[in-house]
């Protein structure tokens, strides 16, 4: 089997196995992330639909123009947040997962409204393949942390964070901590693919991929990021999952939970 065939094998694994452990007949809104390895948990739902194991009420909460398509195409039943305000569980893709659950998201440029749709739920589970599990973040995914901001403020927000290296302490972390973080970031505006320009998210705004190298205090680095005027959403996830599955090459799918 080519590596290629392997991954999206290990892929469809961790998706199967959060399904079906997690969406029950009890599930009444779900909500659905964003991702390839999300398309194979669509599948899954598809499955259990069809052979009358999910609840006939079951409502799914999309967190992208990917995954409302995914839903509509699959026959379930499109909701949103403003008339489904409490999500029991969302289920949803990593680009890398830490020791801790920890999670950088954003790949797809959604994690705006993942980290909108995961924080209105009750619980927050995470699938990828093996090459996503990392003892720290900022290990395997080395594109750098995504992060949206709104187009007005892009170059002042690329500036804000290129100096960040200058201070000496910041709010919301330890200046060890954060002194480390943050030595000599590189930033990129995400560019678009077959388009002239940026990448533009589904709110209109555009990406960085900020470079830290390893990040060892995720929850500070978030902080720090966030409070940057014109900054949208950062694609650090901390404290927010309580199981991640990961698909192996060798056909099996191991859990990581706190």
Known sequence: M???????TAKELAAFSAVEKHVTKDIRVLGVGSGSTVVYAINKLKELLEKGQLSPDLVCIPTSF?????????GLRLGDLDENPDIDITIDGADEVDSKLNAIKGGGAAHLREKV??????RLILIADYRKDSAVLGEQWTKGV???????AYKAVERKITELHHKNSFQGASASSAAFEFTNPVVILRPAVNKAGPVVTDNG????????????DPASVETVLKMIPGVVEVGI??????EAWFGKEDGTAYCRSL
């Open 237 to 242: 996830f901390s404290n927010m999952a309580e």
């Open 2 to 8: 080519s590596s290629k065939n392997l991954v999206e």
């Open 146 to 152: 995504p992060v949206e901001v709104t187009p007005f």
């Open 117 to 122: 749709v995961a924080s209105a739920s009750k």
């Open 66 to 74: 990917q995954s409302r398509g995914l839903i509509v195409d699959a």
């Open 205 to 216: 705004n555009f990406v960085f991929d900020v470079k830290l190298g390893k990040i060892h």
